[in-house]
């Protein structure tokens, strides 16, 4: 293709994205998600080094850019599920050689054998759990980093926001993970309302936090509408 052809297509999609991308984009790209949903049963069968993990793949690649970015002291991880995420997050503090997880779950004791990752038992918004998290945070030296993503409605979600919010340092971020339910035929779902007006409602009480748009929307469709709150 010529140079001046190149430069004509390109008039063309600049003119036309933003258009589609306000117009039909949306139903596409809802349909899109939802396809794609189907398809991984939610991502049900993502692993990380053999440890499911039940992740959105382009969320994970720009978590993991974040997590380099911030190189958090602390990574606090809400919902452990069967360990695979906070494997994830640990493997990639290994590459830094910064950093440690703290990872909370209710029901049961996952496995993970790494010298990066503490389990705490227990539900992420008990009064004695979030002491003790507030106890380490206290005394890490270094970027504070929380990730949400154990019960997603809304009550749960919101409670976390104000338990654990005033951890995260300046400049780092909390990420409220699985908007998603609330923006995909949530009426088919028991457990909505979730974290999309969880997120809303926080961010009306917290000015020191605004979402980072540019990493919600990083790659068109995401798990996470909204999720990415950078503290300021």
Same mark, same amino acid.
């Given at each position: 293709?010529?140079?001046?052809?190149?430069?004509?297509?390109?008039?063309?999609?600049?003119?036309?994205?933003?258009?589609?991308?306000?117009?039909?984009?949306?139903?596409?790209?809802?349909?899109?998600?939802?396809?794609?949903?189907?398809?991984?049963?939610?991502?049900?069968?993502?692993?990380?080094?053999?440890?499911?993990?039940?992740?959105?793949?382009?969320?994970?690649?720009?978590?993991?850019?974040?997590?380099?970015?911030?190189?958090?002291?602390?990574?606090?991880?809400?919902?452990?599920?069967?360990?695979?995420?906070?494997?994830?997050?640990?493997?990639?503090?290994?590459?830094?050689?910064?950093?440690?997880?703290?990872?909370?779950?209710?029901?049961?004791?996952?496995?993970?054998?790494?010298?990066?990752?503490?389990?705490?038992?227990?539900?992420?918004? $008990? #009064?004695?759990?979030?002491?003790?998290?507030? /106890?380490?945070?206290?005394? &890490?030296? +270094? *970027? =504070?980093?929380? %990730?949400?993503?154990?019960?997603?409605?809304?009550?749960?979600?919101?409670?976390?926001?104000?338990?654990?919010?005033?951890?995260?340092?300046?400049?780092?971020?909390?990420?409220?993970? $699985? #908007?998603?339910?609330?923006?995909?035929?949530? /009426?088919?779902?028991?457990? &909505?309302? +979730? *974290? =999309?007006?969880? %997120?809303?409602?926080?961010?009306?009480?917290?000015?020191?936090?605004?979402?980072?748009?540019?990493?919600?929307?990083?790659?068109?469709?995401?798990?996470?509408?909204?999720?990415?709150?950078?503290?300021?």
């Amino acid at each position: 293709m010529s140079s001046q052809r190149q430069a004509v297509v390109k008039r063309l999609l600049s003119a036309f994205l933003p258009v589609y991308r306000l117009t039909i984009g949306r139903v596409v790209k809802k349909l899109f998600m939802l396809d794609l949903v189907t398809q991984t049963e939610n991502f049900r069968h993502v692993k990380w080094l053999g440890q499911p993990l039940w992740q959105n793949t382009t969320d994970l690649w720009t978590i993991q850019e974040v997590i380099v970015d911030i190189r958090p002291a602390l990574l606090i991880e809400t919902g452990t599920y069967e360990g695979g995420s906070a494997r994830f997050y640990a493997s990639l503090m290994d590459l830094m050689d910064h950093g440690r997880v703290l990872t909370i779950d209710l029901s049961r004791r996952p496995e993970i054998d790494h010298p990066r990752v503490t389990f705490i038992p227990g539900s992420s918004t $008990d #009064g004695s759990v979030v002491a003790r998290v507030h /106890a380490e945070g206290a005394g &890490t030296d +270094g *970027p =504070v980093m929380v %990730i949400l993503d154990s019960d997603h409605r809304q009550a749960h979600v919101a409670a976390e926001l104000e338990a654990y919010a005033s951890l995260v340092t300046p400049g780092s971020y909390i990420l409220v993970q $699985d #908007g998603i339910m609330d923006e995909l035929l949530p /009426a088919l779902r028991k457990d &909505t309302p +979730g *974290p =999309v007006p969880a %997120i809303r409602g926080f961010l009306e009480s917290h000015p020191e936090f605004v979402e980072d748009k540019e990493l919600s929307d990083r790659f068109l469709i995401t798990s996470h509408p909204h999720g990415w709150l950078r503290r300021r």
